[in-house]
C-alpha cells in the first residue's frame, strides 16, 4: 500500500505536468460523423435531444464536406503552430459507409487521429487496417460491471467492450475507457476496475466524467461533499492498483475539480502548484483550449454538451474563420469573468460549464460540485 501510494502521489504531478504540455501543442477536434448508432444509451446526450438527433441523422455532411473540413482543420493548425489530431466518434463513425475513405484522407494529410466508438465492429482484420492507416487510440465507454453496464447501454455490450479491448492490446493500440459516473453506477467503479486488473487488461487512461442530464439533474447530480467522496474513493482504489507491479491501468485526473482537491490532500509539488496556477488557462475546462466540436451536420462547439458554446456551421463559415471569429472571442471572454475567475484554482480547475449550464442554465456560475465554496444548490 505504501510503495502504491508514493507511485501516485509522482504519477499525479507528472501527469499535471505533461498533460498540461501536450495540450497546448495540439488542435484537437472531436468530429461526430453521424448520429447513427446501434446502441440507445440511457445518458446520451444525443438521443435524448430527439429534435436534434433526427436533424443530424438527415442532414450529415457529405464526404466531400468532410474532406474540405479536414482541409480547414489541417490549414489552421498550421497557422497556429500546432499539431492536429482529430477523433473521430458519432454515434459510430463505422455506421458510415464512407469511414474507410475518410480514414485514408486523413492518413494522406498526416494528421493523427483516434476514435471514440462502440466494441461492436471491432475485429482484429479490422485494428490491424486502423494501425496501419495510423490509429493512434481508440476509446471504449464501460459504465459498470456487466448488469448495470449492460442495463445502461445494451444487453450484451460489457462482454463486446471487454471483448474490444483485448483485441485491441493484442494489436497494441492504446485503449481509454470512459466511465459515465452518476448515482446509478457509482457502486461499481471500484469492482469495475478491480476486474479489469485481475483479468490483466491494458487501459492507457481511465477517466470519469460527472453525468449531465439536464432532465433529471436534481436527482443525480454531485454536490460538495459527495464529489469529495467520490474522490476518496478512486484515491482508494488507484493506491491498490499502483501497489501492483504490473499497473496495467493508468489514470486520467480529467475531471476539472481533481486539481484543487488532490492539492489540499497534499499530493500535488508547490513548485508544480505554483507554476501552473500562474499559467493562464493552464489545465483548466477544455473550452479554453484549442479544443473544438463539430457535429455531423457541421455544427461547431467548444463543447457538445454546452449549448452556449455553439460557434456556427462549417458550411456557413470555415472552421479556420470559426475558430477566429468573434463568437468564440465573446465565450473564451465569458469564462474569463465568470464567477471562478478570483479562485486561486482558476487557471487549474473552473469547473464543468457543462454541469454548470444544466444546472444553472447559465455558463458563468459556479459548479455545483465545487466544495471550495458553500453549496446553494
Known amino acids: 500500500m505504501c510503495d502504491g501510494l508514493k507511485y501516485l502521489r509522482g504519477y499525479i504531478n507528472e ?11 495540439k488542435l484537437i477536434v472531436q468530429f461526430h460523423l453521424t448520429s447513427k448508432c446501434s446502441m440507445k444509451c440511457k445518458h446520451c446526450y444525443i438521443y435524448m435531444n430527439s429534435e436534434r438527433y433526427q436533424d443530424e441523422l438527415a442532414n450529415e455532411l457529405s464526404f466531400s464536406w468532410v474532406c474540405r473540413v479536414i482541409d480547414s482543420i489541417y490549414n489552421t493548425a498550421i497557422k497556429l503552430q500546432l499539431d492536429p489530431v482529430i477523433e473521430f466518434t458519432g454515434g459510430d463513425p463505422f455506421l458510415r459507409d464512407d469511414f474507410t475513405q475518410i480514414i485514408d484522407y486523413v492518413k494522406n494529410k498526416g494528421i493523427k487521429f483516434g476514435i471514440k466508438g462502440n466494441p461492436v465492429f471491432l475485429t482484429d482484420e479490422l485494428i490491424k487496417n486502423l494501425k496501419e492507416n495510423g490509429l493512434i487510440r481508440y476509446q471504449l465507454s464501460l459504465d459498470g460491471i456487466e448488469s448495470t453496464h449492460d442495463f445502461i447501454r445494451s444487453k450484451g455490450s460489457f462482454q463486446k467492450t471487454i471483448k474490444g479491448i483485448q483485441l485491441l492490446n ?18 461499481d467503479l471500484k469492482p469495475l476496475i478491480y476486474f479489469l486488473d485481475e483479468n490483466n487488461l491494458k487501459i492507457s487512461a481511465f477517466s470519469v466524467a460527472r453525468y449531465a442530464d439536464k432532465d433529471n439533474i436534481d436527482e443525480m447530480i454531485y454536490k460538495p461533499d459527495e464529489m469529495k467522496e467520490l474522490f476518496e474513493l478512486l484515491l482508494d482504489v488507484y493506491i491498490k492498483i499502483f501497489s501492483n507491479k504490473t499497473k496495467n491501468i493508468h ?15 497534499g499530493y500535488i509539488d508547490n513548485r508544480l502548484l505554483q507554476k501552473m496556477v500562474s499559467i493562464e488557462n493552464c489545465y483548466n475546462c477544455t473550452m479554453t483550449k484549442n479544443i473544438f466540436v463539430i457535429t455531423p451536420t457541421g455544427d461547431i462547439y467548444k463543447c457538445r454538451k454546452v449549448d452556449a458554446s455553439f460557434l456556427g456551421n462549417v458550411k456557413e463559415s470555415s472552421f479556420q474563420d470559426l475558430v477566429y471569429g468573434v463568437k468564440h472571442k465573446q465565450l473564451l471572454d465569458t469564462l474569463q469573468n465568470s464567477e471562478c475567475r478570483h479562485c486561486f484554482y482558476y487557471n487549474v480547475c473552473l469547473g464543468c460549464p457543462a454541469i454548470t449550464e444544466a444546472v444553472r442554465k447559465n455558463i458563468v456560475e459556479r459548479d455545483p460540485g465545487c466544495f471550495l465554496y458553500k453549496s446553494n444548490i
Open 251 to 265: 489514470f486520467l485526473f480529467k475531471e476539472h475539480l481533481w486539481y484543487p482537491f488532490l492539492h489540499q490532500k
Open 15 to 25: 501527469f499535471f505536468r505533461l498533460r498540461a504540455l501536450a495540450i497546448s501543442k
Open 170 to 187: 493484442q494489436n497494441d493500440i492504446p485503449v481509454f475507457i470512459k466511465y459515465t459516473v452518476s448515482k446509478l453506477n457509482q457502486n
